[in-house]
């Protein structure tokens, strides 16, 4: 499978995202001769247990559950639970069962959509976060995948100067923030070089972590 | 009097003072029937072919003796009407009489002969010749010509050659360019000394090293010394078909990856259990070998004739890709793969120019050169990745150096050792943009 990495939109201090960062950063990927392709989307959904009265030992459900679908794998559900580093797969049935059973309610949405280019050898997608809350924009997200190889370490060099040449395209545009790839340990995740929908769902897991956390900060400055 | 008299030839006539016309073509005896085996024994088609020149060729003397008989006899009377010496003029007359009777005599026996022989009517067109051959056509215009179809012929290839001509100069010029640029900088490059010095003087070594390179008798050969030269490479050899089914079963990118590994396992292990007791055998007919190096890249060579150290053709795939269509002839789905197997096709023709018993073996230390396909950044402009001006796409460096590439002794410590290891220098990376073709 290709490697990829995903990349989010961090904000300088004091500044939102907004509609028009995303305009200016599909420009960008079509500056560099990226050739739209078509749309893609990917849900994130935070799962909470739902707890009756009589549960006596609540800590021991997790307490927070992640539940992933991504566009290259339709027939797929991905789980995470980032406290004991656990990401499995099911079949997207699941979600059907776990409706039925009530064990854990979703709580909130994430919606990753947008534009997928082809340049070469290499895919971006460019894509709006929105929660199933409000239909302001939370947040932009970019993946970056290699298509001819999939072995991370391998493709590690080559993904990092694509990023470098997309960081320096987007530099001009002279916008108030910034890309930014924290990689996640994904060998505590137990997954190996080769690559794996299962990489996906962690980085998307961290991007919703990091998405998160910068809007507490904004928040509390607010 | 310079109109040029026509004599028509009439072979009834017998009448001397009348004046005779006379055409090149002798009129078709509508009444005479040509009698095909009348006194003619029968002849070989060529023998009467040659025969029906010959005599083609004496009555075209005959025409043009009656010819100038004719006009003898023309000169005769007018100077017989000028002067009057009438005796003179009459012994001429007669001495011109007899032999203008006697050509026309020979003419119409040599016309004879020609219709016998059916040279002069269609009447052999329509039978066929065990041979294959044409009784020889008179042309309307009276060229002979053997066959009936030369004259057409010769017309058009006369007309088309020199155009073909120049046509296959312009496609070898093309081809040589492409495939041999290297000829045209040593004919064309005088200018340039340092760059053909350089050239003679790496090239010096390399002759006399191609004697201590050993013979390399078999595929087994130069696998043998490729495996001990690079250490982390995975060769395999495979007949024609045998190939075709691995490369038909290997997983596309799409499929799970839980399912590749055992897959190629099993495969491997099934490849070295069919190895043990033949691998000898199975080398000597391969006809494929298959170069990978694990999450960089896999390719394909294949052998012309099987057995033999022969390549023929050469092309890198994903070690992602699979499918029948990856064959030494075939083209990957990616740019990247695609540009070094164009490449690589060249850096092939460069190998087999130097020398057909090792274009093999440095070939193979070539492909090896790409293990570092991801990571080693341009020698030239030292970033790993490179736009190409052509096709838009984003590469590393495709291209590796292989004018210069060629093995180098390393320096043993031993002063007499007597195995000196043999190395290839590493060839440079090159962007598509950054490369030269001097490289």
């Known amino acids: 499978m290709p490697t990829k990495w995903v990349l989010h939109w961090h904000p300088n201090p004091g500044s939102t995202v907004n509609s028009q960062?995303?305009?200016?950063?599909?420009?960008?990927?079509?500056?560099i001769n990226g050739v739209k392709d078509g749309r893609w989307k990917a849900t994130l959904t935070l799962l909470k247990p739902n707890l009756r009265e009589d549960q006596s030992q609540p800590g021991e459900y997790p307490r927070e559950l992640l539940g992933i679908s991504l566009p290259e794998q339709p027939n797929k559900?991905?789980?995470?639970?980032?406290?004991?580093?656990?990401?499995?797969?099911?079949?997207?049935?699941?979600?059907?069962?776990?409706?039925?059973?009530?064990?854990?309610?979703?709580?909130?949405?994430?919606?990753?959509?947008?534009?997928?280019?082809?340049?070469g050898d290499f895919q971006l997608r460019v894509g709006k976060v929105v929660?199933?809350?409000?239909?302001?924009?939370?947040?932009?997200?970019?993946?970056?995948?290699?298509?001819?190889?999939?072995?991370?370490?391998?493709?590690?060099?080559v993904l990092g100067e694509f990023v470098d040449i997309w960081q320096e395209a987007v530099l001009k545009r002279s916008l108030p923030g910034s890309f930014m790839h924290n990689e996640p340990n994904l060998s505590e995740y137990g997954l190996g070089d080769n690559y794996t929908p299962q990489h996906t769902a962690v980085q998307y897991a961290y991007v919703m972590a990091q998405l998160f956390a910068s809007q507490s900060t904004q928040a509390v400055r607010n | 009097m310079d109109v040029k008299p026509n004599f028509p030839m009439q072979f009834q006539q017998q009448q001397l003072p009348q004046l005779q016309q006379q055409q090149q073509q002798p009129e078709p005896q509508a009444a005479s029937t040509p009698s095909t085996s009348a006194g003619q024994p029968a002849e070989a088609p060529p023998k009467q072919?040659?025969?029906?020149?010959?005599?083609?060729?004496?009555?075209?003397?005959?025409?043009?003796?009656?010819?100038?008989?004719?006009?003898?006899?023309?000169?005769?009377?007018?100077?017989?009407?000028?002067?009057?010496?009438?005796?003179?003029?009459?012994?001429?007359?007669?001495?011109?009489?007899?032999?203008?009777?006697?050509h026309l005599q020979d003419l119409r026996t040599v016309g004879r002969q020609l219709e016998e022989t059916g040279v002069l009517n269609d009447s052999m067109k329509s039978r066929g010749n065990s041979w294959g051959l044409h009784i020889p056509l008179v042309c309307p215009d009276g060229a002979v010509v053997a066959y009936a179809w030369k004259r057409q012929l010769a017309g058009q290839a006369?007309?088309?050659?020199?155009?073909?001509?120049?046509?296959?100069?312009?496609?070898?010029?093309?081809?040589?360019?492409?495939?041999?640029?290297?000829?045209?900088?040593?004919?064309?490059?005088?200018?340039?000394?340092?760059?053909?010095?350089?050239?003679?003087?790496?090239?010096?070594?390399?002759?006399?090293?191609?004697?201590?390179?050993?013979?390399?008798?078999?595929?087994?050969?130069?696998?043998?010394?490729?495996?001990?030269?690079?250490?982390?490479?995975?060769?395999?050899?495979?007949?024609?078909?045998?190939w075709l089914k691995r490369a038909s079963s290997l997983?596309?990118?799409?499929?799970?990856?839980?399912?590749?590994?055992p897959k190629e396992q099993s495969f491997h292990s099934l490849n070295k259990m069919r190895a043990g007791p033949q691998a000898a055998?199975?080398?000597?007919?391969?006809?494929?070998?298959?170069?990978?190096?694990?999450?960089?890249?896999?390719?394909?060579?294949?052998?012309?004739?099987?057995?033999?150290?022969?390549?023929d053709a050469v092309a890198f795939f994903s070690p992602d890709e699979g499918g029948s269509y990856m064959h030494a002839r075939g083209s990957s789905i990616y740019h990247v793969f695609r540009q070094i197997t164009e490449h690589a096709g060249i850096g092939l023709q460069h190998f087999l120019g130097v020398g057909s018993e090792i274009a093999l073996y440095f070939l193979l230390n070539w492909i090896c050169s790409y293990q570092t396909l991801f990571t080693k950044v341009c020698s030239k402009c030292g970033k790993l990745l490179a736009a190409d001006r052509k096709s838009s796409a984003i590469l590393p460096p495709v291209r590796r150096s292989f004018r210069q590439f060629?093995?180098?002794?390393?320096?043993?410590?031993?002063?007499?050792?007597?195995?000196?290891?043999?190395?290839?220098?590493?060839?440079?990376?090159?962007?598509?943009?950054?490369?030269?073709?001097?490289?």
């Open chain 1, 21 to 31: 960062i995303l305009n200016e950063v599909s420009q960008c990927a079509e500056a």
């Open chain 1, 77 to 119: 559900y991905y789980f995470i639970l980032r406290g004991p580093r656990i990401v499995t797969e099911a079949d997207s049935s699941i979600q059907v069962i776990m409706e039925k059973l009530q064990s854990y309610k979703s709580r909130i949405a994430l919606y990753f959509e947008g534009y997928q280019y082809q340049l």
């Open chain 1, 131 to 157: 929660s199933s809350h409000s239909e302001n924009l939370r947040g932009i997200v970019l993946e970056v995948e290699y298509l001819p190889i999939s072995s991370m370490e391998k493709a590690s060099q």
């Open chain 2, 49 to 102: 072919v040659a025969l029906a020149m010959d005599r083609l060729a004496q009555a075209a003397r005959l025409i043009a003796d009656v010819r100038i008989g004719g006009d003898r006899l023309l000169e005769a009377l007018f100077f017989a009407a000028q002067s009057h010496q009438s005796n003179k003029t009459l012994q001429f007359l007669l001495k011109e009489d007899a032999s203008m009777r006697q």
């Open chain 2, 158 to 242: 006369g007309a088309s050659a020199v155009d073909r001509t120049r046509l296959a100069l312009k496609a070898f010029a093309d081809q040589k360019r492409r495939f041999f640029p290297h000829l045209e900088d040593e004919s064309e490059d005088q200018s340039t000394e340092p760059g053909s010095k350089k050239l003679c003087r790496r090239q010096a070594p390399l002759t006399s090293q191609l004697d201590e390179l050993g013979d390399f008798k078999s595929v087994a050969d130069v696998l043998a010394r490729l495996e001990k030269e690079v250490p982390n490479v995975k060769v395999l050899t495979y007949q024609r078909r045998d």
């Open chain 2, 251 to 261: 997983p596309s990118s799409g499929n799970e990856n839980s399912i590749e590994s």
């Open chain 2, 281 to 311: 055998v199975a080398s000597e007919r391969a006809s494929v070998i298959e170069i990978s190096f694990p999450c960089t890249f896999r390719a394909v060579v294949s052998l012309h004739p099987a057995g033999s150290i022969d390549p």
């Open chain 2, 406 to 439: 060629y093995p180098v002794r390393e320096s043993s410590a031993e002063a007499n050792s007597s195995t000196k290891d043999q190395v290839f220098e590493i060839p440079g990376a090159y962007h598509i943009g950054c490369y030269t073709d001097e490289l």
